[in-house]
């Protein structure tokens, strides 16, 4: 039975799109079988690794408002082990849709139990916003990565966002683990970065990842090309980033037997 993850932060800007697809294709280069699940209505992760929203005729939204079987909609990417269950515009009228239905938090948990024994990792890209979907993705995941960037104004809405994962645990999915929080967009050049990593360390101790994510050129150029940052430039500071990640994930789950030497790639 695979993993799921959902990247969640209701404050745009922060990478969780760049991290649900660069993990997940990190995941893939290792040869774990792994799928996304777009679950935001912008539909960024689907034109990130190679498709067009526009021609997306059969999505996520499907799955939860109309019970189309998931499998049926699958895409293949052109990363081997990584697969995509799409999303389109449409999304954004499902939380409307959603209001009057019976367990109406635990859809996506529904739509994801058909196909989670076909994968390794499951990763949903969760929409910016704390509305329905996302409350359904954290009711579906077994755990939630936060990506905060390493700029000013890092922590604002932190607070708000672990307070409504503390709801979910309490009233929807008492399983719902907090697998860290990822520092993004950090450039060791600027001192606000560095004070800014410090200061997400002191407050949050052991729930921060090892890996810290480094602003990349490489990294911003990917999605204009539909692909990943390991399909782009695998030598990148981005993918390296990003297999390192990867690599902490699976040594958090004790899916990996590396040795110490194997553990880490430096930048």
Do not use: W
């Not at 991290?19 to 799928?35: C, D, F, P, R, S």
């Not at 690794?49 to 005729?57: E, S, T």
């Not at 860290?180 to 800014?196: P, S």
Request: overall charge negative; proline content about 4%; glycine content about 6%.
């Amino acid at each position: 039975m695979g993993k799921v993850i959902a990247i969640a932060n209701q404050k745009g800007g922060v990478g969780k799109t760049t991290t649900a697809i660069n993990l997940a294709a990190g995941l893939a280069v290792l040869e774990h079988k792994t799928l996304i699940i777009d679950a935001d209505p912008q539909a960024n992760s689907t034109s990130g690794v190679g498709f067009d929203p526009r021609n997306i005729k059969t999505s996520i939204y499907e799955c939860i408002i109309d019970d189309v079987d998931p499998k049926n909609i699958i895409l293949n990417t052109t990363t081997p082990f990584l697969d995509l269950l799409p999303a389109h515009i449409d999304l954004v009228g499902a939380e409307i849709e959603m209001i009057n239905l019976p367990n109406r938090e635990k859809m996506m948990r529904k739509v994801i139990s058909m196909i989670r024994d076909n994968y390794d990792f499951i990763i949903i890209d969760c929409s910016p916003s704390l509305g329905l979907i996302t409350v359904n993705s954290l009711t579906a995941a077994d755990s939630v990565i936060i990506p905060v960037q390493c700029e000013y104004f890092a922590l604002e809405g932190l607070g708000k966002l672990l307070n409504t994962i503390k709801i979910v645990q309490t009233r929807l999915n008492p399983a719902l683990d907090i697998e860290g929080i990822l520092l993004t967009m950090y450039d060791n050049r600027l001192n606000l970065a560095k004070q800014v990593v410090d200061e997400v360390k002191t407050h949050f101790q052991q729930m921060v990842f090892r890996t810290i994510i480094n602003r990349n050129t490489k990294l911003s150029e990917a999605p204009s090309f539909g692909i990943s940052i390991m399909m782009h430039d695998i030598n990148s500071t981005g993918a390296i980033n990003y297999l390192n990640f990867a690599r902490e994930i699976l040594q958090k789950n004790d899916l990996t037997k590396l040795t110490n030497a194997e553990k880490e790639i430096n930048v």
